[in-house]
């Protein structure tokens, strides 16, 4: 090995670095010089130094081994609970349910047959979704998030302090500086270490900041749980890692500047040394990240100009951190290439799903999709968009989602919308793309400006429906109609545009030739107008076919119409300065929920309807539980976070893993919802 240079040992001064000096290698640190050849003290703190550095990187390689070992695990019993397929056995007959099993208004479950440990497993998971759904005690602080959320972040964070102040020699030792008066000393201390190790933790966390924020999400790959629902981690490892730097440069300033003499002698020398400077830009663009990362900077600036300046910033950060200190950059460089990993993956999808024979050119090329356009007018809550096309592709998973960008507005912005078809291929290998997408601000402001002009002139001229390209990248997230079994009773509750993501696995469900009779189906949603089921007109009425069969339940709930009182304008202005759109969640988290917080609480009724107000999700959840005859529940839902949170409140209320245990597994419920509006 080339022993390095006087320069890049300048860091360590305390050291004497000559010509005939050996060397010692310590990984991610500079060379020790051996034997020590400073006064006692000085060889003291050294050793403490070095040692406490190398427990360090062996604690960070324990850190990063806890996860892969546990994304191993949760990878391979994944894997090993795919392969044991589905199989349900159905306890009760149409007969039985039609026939007497009604005791007072209520279903009485009878217990069905299954293995203990089975049993088990389940009663487990439903006590654990009873304490830890919910986001009561933590949404002050952490907002629209599980209380298993926090749990695995306090875990992270009690993880890494235990490594952040084990392994270190706590002590003083006062030692002479070199051409100065007795009475001049150093006072070194264990404040020196402890920070070195507090940064090492810092840049250690960075590429699991990096793998938590990815679209192309490899954790999504090896645990099937949506790259969506790690932005929670993602954000708070963000907050963590800038809490460390802080501390780090804190403990340094203290060190150069107070403890070490003569002042300002040393400072001065120490602070314009290169990887102090380097230091001090990194720490300034980590502020800047986690400043525009805030929902206030968000608001006020736009989610397109957040993407790109955070994108920017971490770049530029990353670089800055490797010239502060580049013999850490193990941790900085699989950063970089899980990043660029990510960003190209996103590129050979679109490549993928864009390129290829053209009929209309006699040719093999890129084209963009044609999405014939519909328009609803909406001043109050925002226009409604409709694109469908038709697109060569294979056929997406229920529940999933693409980004899609609209180039008539702008190619370097695209949005997530889920599909509010049903994902099947027809004989020509082409599936057809419905989406339904409200226009509040931005990009999408923009699209309903162009789908408005474009629809106007072609009835003025009586042209053919007009068109706008889209380019698609996906799908993105998981097939939410897993783990479905005939046995599974599904309540779907959704707000405004959310009925895209419930739509496709009501078909998906009612289409199935092995549908269980027995089996329990209801579709709540909520809209703020009578005529916003026009969106959706063709699937609903589709849904009402096949649902006839099937017993499916569906009620509508109008929240705003025109004759609400007068002062829901003045909270409709107020509502409006909400400029994120969705197609893909529901409406957007500010307008929704306070539109629909206006209008009174429906509760649940037992049979098909329309009616005004808003629902009392509490009253609908409970009710469907109740009237459960056999098998576990799924709640699927879309909407503001408002809604969400209600839905986990209740849903955990309702999980009981004593009566699962005895075998009532209509009390075994869980809920699957779009999480990607929440913060």
Request: aromatic fraction near 10%; proline fraction near 4%; charge should be neutral.
């Given at each position: 090995?080339t022993?390095?240079?006087?320069?890049?040992?300048?860091?360590?001064?305390?050291?004497?670095?000559?010509?005939?000096?050996?060397?010692?290698?310590?990984?991610g640190?500079?060379?020790?010089?051996?034997p020590?050849?400073?006064?006692?003290?000085?060889?003291?703190?050294?050793?403490?130094v070095?040692?406490a550095?190398?427990?360090?990187?062996?604690?960070?390689?324990?850190?990063?081994?806890?996860i892969?070992?546990?994304?191993?695990v949760?990878?391979?019993l994944?894997?090993?609970?795919?392969?044991?397929?589905?199989?349900?056995?159905?306890e009760?007959?149409?007969?039985?349910?039609?026939?007497?099993?009604?005791?007072?208004?209520?279903?009485?479950?009878?217990?069905r047959s299954v293995?203990?440990f089975?049993?088990?497993?389940?009663?487990?998971?439903?006590?654990?979704?009873?304490?830890l759904?919910?986001s009561?005690?933590?949404?002050?602080?952490?907002?629209?998030?599980t209380r298993?959320?926090?749990l695995?972040?306090?875990?992270l964070?009690?993880?890494?302090?235990?490594?952040?102040?084990?392994?270190?020699?706590?002590?003083?030792?006062?030692?002479?500086?070199?051409g100065?008066p007795?009475?001049v000393?150093?006072?070194?201390t264990?404040?020196?270490?402890?920070?070195?190790?507090i940064g090492?933790?810092?840049?250690?966390?960075?590429?699991?900041?990096?793998?938590?924020?990815?679209?192309?999400?490899?954790l999504?790959?090896?645990?099937?749980?949506?790259?969506t629902?790690?932005?929670?981690?993602?954000r708070?490892?963000?907050?963590?890692?800038l809490?460390?730097?802080i501390l780090?440069?804190?403990g340094w300033?203290?060190?150069?500047?107070?403890l070490y003499?003569?002042?300002?002698?040393?400072w001065?020398?120490?602070?314009?040394q290169?990887?102090?400077?380097?230091?001090?830009v990194a720490?300034?663009?980590?502020v800047?990240?986690w400043?525009?990362?805030l929902?206030?900077?968000?608001?006020r600036?736009?989610?397109?100009?957040?993407?790109?300046?955070?994108?920017?910033?971490?770049?530029?950060?990353?670089?800055?951190?490797?010239?502060?200190?580049k013999?850490?950059?193990?941790?900085?460089?699989?950063?970089?290439v899980l990043?660029f990993?990510?960003?190209g993956?996103r590129l050979v999808?679109?490549?993928?799903?864009?390129y290829?024979?053209?009929?209309?050119?006699?040719?093999?090329?890129?084209?963009?999709?044609?999405?014939?356009?519909?328009?609803?007018?909406?001043?109050?809550?925002?226009?409604?968009?409709?694109?469908?096309?038709?697109h060569?592709?294979?056929?997406w998973?229920?529940?999933?989602?693409?980004?899609?960008c609209?180039?008539?507005?702008?190619?370097?912005?695209?949005?997530?919308?889920?599909p509010?078809?049903?994902?099947?291929?027809?004989?020509?290998?082409?599936v057809?793309?419905?989406?339904?997408?409200?226009?509040?601000?931005?990009e999408?402001?923009?699209?309903a400006?162009?789908?408005?002009?474009?629809?106007?002139?072609?009835?003025?001229?009586?042209?053919?429906?007009?068109?706008?390209?889209?380019?698609?990248?996906g799908?993105?997230?998981e097939s939410?109609?897993?783990?479905?079994?005939?046995?599974?009773?599904?309540?779907?509750?959704?707000?405004?545009?959310?009925i895209?993501?419930?739509?496709?696995?009501?078909?998906?469900?009612l289409?199935d030739?092995?549908?269980?009779p027995?089996?329990?189906?209801?579709?709540?949603?909520a809209?703020?107008?009578?005529?916003?089921?026009?969106?959706?007109?063709?699937?609903?009425?589709?849904l009402?076919r096949?649902?006839?069969?099937h017993g499916?339940?569906?009620?509508?709930?109008?929240?705003d119409?025109?004759?609400?009182d007068?002062?829901?304008?003045?909270?409709?202005?107020a509502?409006k300065g909400?400029?994120?759109?969705?197609?893909?969640?529901?409406?957007s988290?500010?307008?929704?929920?306070?539109?629909?917080k206006?209008?009174?609480?429906?509760?649940?009724?037992?049979?098909?309807?329309?009616?005004?107000?808003?629902?009392?999700?509490?009253?609908?959840?409970?009710?469907?539980?109740?009237?459960?005859?056999?098998?576990?529940?799924?709640?699927f839902?879309?909407?503001?976070?408002?809604?969400?949170?209600?839905?986990?409140?209740?849903?955990?209320?309702?999980n009981?893993?004593?009566?699962?245990?005895?075998?009532e597994?209509?009390f075994?419920?869980?809920?699957?919802?779009?999480?990607?509006?929440?913060?």
């Open positions: 090995m022993p390095p240079s006087q320069s890049q040992l300048s860091a360590r001064m305390i050291q004497n670095f000559t010509d005939q000096s050996n060397l010692e290698w310590h990984w640190y500079a060379y020790r010089v051996v020590c050849q400073s006064d006692p003290g000085s060889c003291a703190y050294l050793d403490v070095y040692s550095h190398d427990r360090g990187m062996l604690y960070t390689g324990i850190f990063w081994a806890t892969l070992g546990i994304l191993l949760w990878g391979v994944r894997r090993l609970g795919a392969s044991g397929g589905n199989v349900s056995r159905y009760m007959s149409l007969e039985e349910e039609r026939g007497g099993l009604l005791t007072g208004g209520e279903v009485v479950t009878k217990p293995g203990r089975t049993r088990a497993t389940r009663a487990v998971g439903a006590t654990g979704r009873r304490y759904l919910s009561r005690g933590v949404k002050s602080v952490f907002g629209q998030v298993l959320q926090v695995i972040l306090m875990v964070i009690g993880y890494l302090t235990i490594w952040t102040f084990v392994g270190i020699v706590y002590g003083k030792w006062i030692t002479p500086v070199k100065q007795e009475h000393h150093n006072t070194r264990s404040l020196g270490p402890w920070a070195d190790r090492v933790l810092a840049y250690a966390l960075t590429p699991l900041s990096i793998l938590l924020a990815s679209r192309e999400s490899i999504s790959l090896i645990t099937g749980v949506p790259y629902s790690f932005m929670f981690l993602h708070w490892t963000g907050h963590i890692i809490v460390q730097s780090h440069t804190i300033v203290i060190v150069e500047a107070r003499r003569p002042h300002p002698d040393v001065n020398a120490f602070i314009v290169p990887y102090a400077r380097w230091g001090v720490l300034v663009l980590l800047l990240l400043v525009g990362a929902q206030w900077t968000i608001r600036t736009g989610y397109e100009f957040f993407r790109k300046a955070h994108y920017i910033l971490a770049m530029v950060y990353i670089g800055a951190v490797i010239g502060h200190w013999n850490l950059q193990c941790f900085l460089v699989p950063g970089l990043w990993v990510d960003r993956a999808r679109t490549a993928l799903l864009h290829g024979y053209i009929p209309s050119q006699g040719r093999v090329g890129f084209a963009a999709a044609q999405a014939e356009m519909k328009f609803w007018r909406d001043e109050r809550h925002g226009d409604v968009v409709r694109l469908d096309f038709e060569p592709q294979r056929a998973k229920v529940g999933q989602h693409f980004f899609l609209f180039t008539e507005g702008s190619i370097w912005q695209s949005h997530p919308f889920t509010l078809s049903w994902p099947v291929e027809d004989g020509k290998g082409t057809t793309h419905s989406y339904i997408l409200r226009a509040k601000g931005g999408t402001k923009k699209l400006k162009i789908v408005q002009d474009k629809l106007a002139g072609a009835l003025s001229e009586k042209a053919a429906t007009p068109t706008t390209p889209v380019i698609l990248q799908p993105y997230g939410i109609a897993e783990g479905v079994t005939p046995d599974v009773n599904v309540l779907c509750v959704c707000g405004g545009t959310g895209t993501y419930v739509l496709p696995l009501l078909i998906d469900l289409r030739r092995n549908m269980n027995g089996r329990k189906v209801e579709l709540v949603w809209i703020k107008r009578s005529e916003d089921i026009e969106w959706v007109e063709p699937e609903m009425e589709e009402r096949l649902g006839a069969v499916l339940i569906i009620r509508i709930f109008v929240t119409d025109d004759d609400d007068d002062d829901d304008d003045d909270d409709d202005d509502a909400a400029s994120s759109a969705t197609g893909c969640c529901g409406e988290s500010q307008e929704d929920d306070g539109s629909i206006r209008a009174p609480r429906i509760s649940a009724q037992r049979a098909s309807s329309t009616a005004r107000g808003r629902p009392d999700v509490t009253a609908v959840v409970k009710d469907f539980v109740q009237g459960v005859a056999q098998g576990s529940t799924r709640v839902a879309s909407g503001p976070p408002g809604m969400i949170g209600e839905l986990r409140s209740v849903v955990a209320e309702v009981s893993g004593s009566k699962v245990w005895r075998g597994d209509r075994d419920v869980r809920l699957v919802c779009d999480d990607r509006l929440e913060w």
